[in-house]
């Protein structure tokens, strides 16, 4: 259980205030939100956010900026996507083969100690 301190209101004449305890804890308590403490970070400017409340919610959609510029860095996209296309298929090949390559010498060893068992044993 996470504990506070309390401030200790002490009035001019040093004697405490005349509230009670509990109602001292109640008013920190209303203060500071205790309950939801653990879950508020704080911004630049000391106002409370919300977090681990999942991705944040989408706004209006922005409007797409078309220019001169546009259809050349759609080409490029394009370009970018087939290369990355591509290579993910070498690479998914290249994956295929070893794990064959595998398979045939684990079965190659197994043939040629079945082979040497029956020859020698």
Same mark, same amino acid.
């Given at each position: 259980?996470? &504990?506070?301190?309390?401030? +200790? +209101? +002490?009035?001019?004449?040093?004697?405490?205030? #005349? &509230? #009670?305890?509990?109602?001292? !804890?109640?008013?920190?308590?209303?203060?500071?939100?205790?309950?939801?403490?653990?879950?508020? =970070?704080?911004?630049?400017?000391? &106002?409370? =956010?919300? /977090?681990?409340?999942?991705?944040?919610?989408?706004?209006?959609?922005?409007?797409?900026?078309? #220019?001169?510029?546009?259809?050349?860095?759609?080409? /490029?996209?394009?370009?970018?996507?087939?290369?990355?296309?591509?290579?993910?298929?070498?690479?998914?090949?290249?994956?295929? +083969?070893?794990?064959?390559?595998? =398979?045939?010498?684990?079965?190659?060893? !197994? /043939?040629?100690?079945? !082979?040497?068992?029956?020859? !020698?044993?």
């Amino acid at each position: 259980m996470m &504990q506070h301190s309390l401030p +200790i +209101i +002490i009035s001019a004449s040093g004697q405490d205030g #005349n &509230q #009670n305890p509990s109602s001292k !804890l109640a008013q920190h308590r209303e203060e500071t939100d205790e309950k939801d403490m653990s879950a508020y =970070k704080r911004d630049r400017s000391g &106002q409370a =956010k919300r /977090f681990h409340d999942g991705p944040k919610q989408a706004g209006p959609p922005k409007p797409v900026v078309r #220019n001169a510029y546009t259809p050349m860095f759609e080409h /490029f996209r394009d370009e970018l996507d087939e290369h990355h296309d591509r290579r993910e298929r070498v690479v998914k090949a290249s994956r295929d +083969i070893t794990a064959l390559s595998k =398979k045939m010498c684990v079965r190659w060893m !197994l /043939f040629v100690s079945h !082979l040497l068992n029956t020859l !020698l044993g």
